[in-house]
């Protein structure tokens, strides 16, 4: 793959993401991806499990583009609850090597005060690069 992961010397490791990602080849975008199924049922409550399945339908729809989880350069969390997702990281970090591995692109975490969906905790869009 042509990627390469941008990190300053002299600078702190980033711990599950990079600082940033260059990369070439056919880009893959998807919408903001939210923890409901592809019936638009929310099967959980929980904000890990709403992750998990956001996770998993980011995979979906890349894999529509001919993309993988290791094609991803860029992820933008926006959750409902900072607290949530810093009260939750090791169990996120699981759900996430699950569904994705061990590619950590260079990603933004936002809190916002609400999704469109109200069961919403958490929506995620994603940018990935297939090589040419």
């Given at each position: 793959?042509?990627?390469?992961?941008?990190?300053?010397?002299?600078?702190?490791?980033?711990?599950?993401?990079?600082?940033?990602?260059a990369a070439r080849g056919r880009m893959v975008f998807t919408g903001g991806?939210?923890?409901?199924?592809?019936?638009?049922?929310?099967?959980?409550?929980?904000?890990?499990?709403?992750?998990?399945?956001?996770?998993?339908?980011?995979?979906?729809?890349?894999?529509?583009?001919?993309?993988?989880?290791?094609?991803?350069?860029?992820?933008?969390?926006?959750?409902?609850?900072?607290?949530?997702?810093?009260?939750?990281?090791?169990?996120?970090?699981?759900?996430?090597k699950e569904i994705i591995g061990r590619n950590y692109p260079a990603m933004?975490?936002?809190?916002?005060?609400?999704?469109v969906e109200d069961a919403a905790k958490v929506e995620i869009e994603a940018?990935?690069?297939?090589?040419?």
């Amino acid at each position: 793959m042509t990627t390469e992961f941008l990190h300053p010397k002299g600078w702190k490791p980033a711990i599950g993401y990079s600082n940033g990602v260059a990369a070439r080849g056919r880009m893959v975008f998807t919408g903001g991806m939210i923890g409901w199924t592809g019936d638009c049922v929310f099967e959980a409550t929980d904000f890990v499990s709403q992750v998990a399945q956001a996770l998993r339908n980011i995979v979906a729809v890349l894999a529509e583009g001919g993309a993988g989880p290791e094609h991803i350069v860029r992820l933008t969390w926006y959750v409902t609850s900072r607290d949530e997702y810093m009260s939750n990281l090791k169990e996120l970090g699981r759900a996430y090597k699950e569904i994705i591995g061990r590619n950590y692109p260079a990603m933004a975490l936002v809190q916002v005060v609400a999704l469109v969906e109200d069961a919403a905790k958490v929506e995620i869009e994603a940018t990935a690069v297939i090589p040419d």
